[in-house]
């Protein structure tokens, strides 16, 4: 029986989080999660749904004041759509200032885990030293955002690839996607002289439905944004978007930079950016690589606020491979040379 595919609708953020307590450290899903591509992708759970839910189960078991700060999850055997997830979240340290929770998940019986994640909270904090790059994003990539609004912007795919942009333009058809409304910049002018390494991804995120007062659910809707069309962002940015065999994250991590002010979803009381809005505020990804090997693949993202906060990174080692076997065939080598003999030089750094 193929699998079902209820996940792929759009669902408020607060009940796609949403888990029943079997006991006092374990959790069981409830919403089911989107699947990129539905019926015509490959029938897997979106990795960013155990993410964030590995660490909202971490939540429920920290003292009041203890805000997530990092989390870093392995991906171990790809999530099924119509099985629900079990967190079993083990109690590492309560200090002072930290906390930290590892989280255990599994679904089918007998085949072990399929994700874990170490989630490290801490208390907030007020320091004179805060040092980061001054960036404006509009004034940075006017040439794609020029006087747009994320309202402007084309929602991302469900899959990120050449075929389904295609099958998407012909038809009109686009996976809903649950939790977030997320938006995709047409990043070609920017992008299409430049090498691999120097061109860059714009998503435009703010949750669907407005969220409660609870802080640590507005940095799990960050943590599920962050895995948004990581990987395939990655494979079209080296020309192999239409290439690649296989695909999977691995290992994922998101640390929080700033308090609470500049990470809240409320609603924009000043709009000084166009990333504010009396609806919900919006926060953009700005996501690049620079290395690819081995059949791996290093996604990066900076998470930047409307008012032109870094509040977030994210770091992921991920697979992407060209080849069939581990050897691969002279005509495999071949394709790739002649796509990489395309490329432009370097940027100046």
């Given at each position: 029986m193929p699998p079902s595919y209820e996940g792929n609708v759009y669902r408020p953020f607060d009940e796609l989080v949403k888990l029943e307590k079997l006991d006092e450290r374990t959790y069981r899903s409830v919403a089911q999660p989107f699947s990129p591509g539905g019926p015509v992708g490959?029938?897997?759970?979106?990795?960013?749904?155990?993410?964030?839910?590995?660490?909202?189960?971490?939540?429920?078991?920290?003292?009041?004041?203890?805000?997530?700060?990092n989390v870093t999850g392995n991906f171990l055997l790809a999530g099924i759509l119509d099985i629900p997830f079990m967190y079993k979240v083990h109690i590492i340290r309560d200090g002072r200032s930290y906390a930290t929770r590892i989280v255990n998940v599994t679904q089918a019986q007998g085949k072990g885990i399929c994700f874990t994640s170490i989630c490290s909270f801490k208390?907030?904090?007020?320091?004179p030293l805060d040092v980061q790059e001054d960036v404006n994003i509009w004034a940075k990539y006017k040439e794609v955002l020029g006087e747009k609004r994320p309202e402007d912007v084309e929602?991302?795919?469900?899959?990120?690839?050449?075929?389904?942009?295609?099958?998407?333009?012909?038809?009109?058809?686009?996976?809903?996607?649950?939790?977030?409304?997320?938006?995709?910049?047409?990043?070609?002018?920017?992008?299409?002289?430049?090498?691999?390494?120097?061109?860059?991804?714009?998503?435009?995120?703010?949750?669907?439905?407005?969220?409660?007062?609870?802080?640590?659910?507005?940095?799990?809707?960050?943590?599920?944004?962050?895995?948004?069309?990581?990987?395939?962002?990655?494979?079209?940015?080296v020309d192999v978007g239409d290439l690649w065999t296989q695909m999977g994250s691995l290992v994922h991590s998101v640390t929080f930079h700033s308090n609470m002010q500049d990470l809240w979803f409320r609603p924009s009381v000043n709009e000084t950016s166009p990333l504010d809005d009396s609806s919900g505020r919006w926060f953009?990804?700005?996501?690049?690589?620079?290395?690819?090997?081995?059949?791996?693949?290093?996604?990066?993202?900076?998470?930047?606020?409307?008012?032109?906060?870094?509040?977030?990174?994210?770091?992921?080692?991920?697979?992407?491979?060209?080849?069939?076997?581990?050897?691969?065939?002279?005509?495999?080598?071949e394709t790739m040379k002649g796509r990489e003999a395309k490329w432009a030089p370097r940027g100046k750094l």
């Amino acid at each position: 029986m193929p699998p079902s595919y209820e996940g792929n609708v759009y669902r408020p953020f607060d009940e796609l989080v949403k888990l029943e307590k079997l006991d006092e450290r374990t959790y069981r899903s409830v919403a089911q999660p989107f699947s990129p591509g539905g019926p015509v992708g490959q029938g897997r759970a979106y990795g960013g749904h155990v993410y964030m839910q590995s660490a909202w189960a971490a939540c429920q078991t920290v003292p009041d004041g203890f805000l997530l700060h990092n989390v870093t999850g392995n991906f171990l055997l790809a999530g099924i759509l119509d099985i629900p997830f079990m967190y079993k979240v083990h109690i590492i340290r309560d200090g002072r200032s930290y906390a930290t929770r590892i989280v255990n998940v599994t679904q089918a019986q007998g085949k072990g885990i399929c994700f874990t994640s170490i989630c490290s909270f801490k208390k907030a904090e007020d320091s004179p030293l805060d040092v980061q790059e001054d960036v404006n994003i509009w004034a940075k990539y006017k040439e794609v955002l020029g006087e747009k609004r994320p309202e402007d912007v084309e929602e991302c795919p469900g899959m990120d690839v050449p075929w389904y942009w295609k099958r998407r333009k012909e038809t009109g058809t686009n996976d809903s996607f649950p939790g977030l409304t997320a938006r995709k910049v047409d990043m070609q002018a920017f992008n299409e002289f430049r090498h691999p390494l120097d061109r860059r991804q714009l998503i435009l995120y703010r949750t669907i439905g407005t969220l409660p007062d609870d802080p640590n659910m507005h940095l799990c809707a960050h943590l599920y944004a962050s895995d948004r069309n990581s990987l395939y962002i990655v494979a079209n940015h080296v020309d192999v978007g239409d290439l690649w065999t296989q695909m999977g994250s691995l290992v994922h991590s998101v640390t929080f930079h700033s308090n609470m002010q500049d990470l809240w979803f409320r609603p924009s009381v000043n709009e000084t950016s166009p990333l504010d809005d009396s609806s919900g505020r919006w926060f953009c990804k700005e996501d690049w690589t620079d290395r690819v090997a081995n059949g791996r693949a290093l996604f990066h993202s900076k998470v930047w606020s409307p008012s032109g906060k870094h509040i977030a990174t994210v770091s992921q080692d991920g697979m992407i491979r060209v080849t069939k076997k581990a050897i691969a065939s002279p005509k495999e080598v071949e394709t790739m040379k002649g796509r990489e003999a395309k490329w432009a030089p370097r940027g100046k750094l």
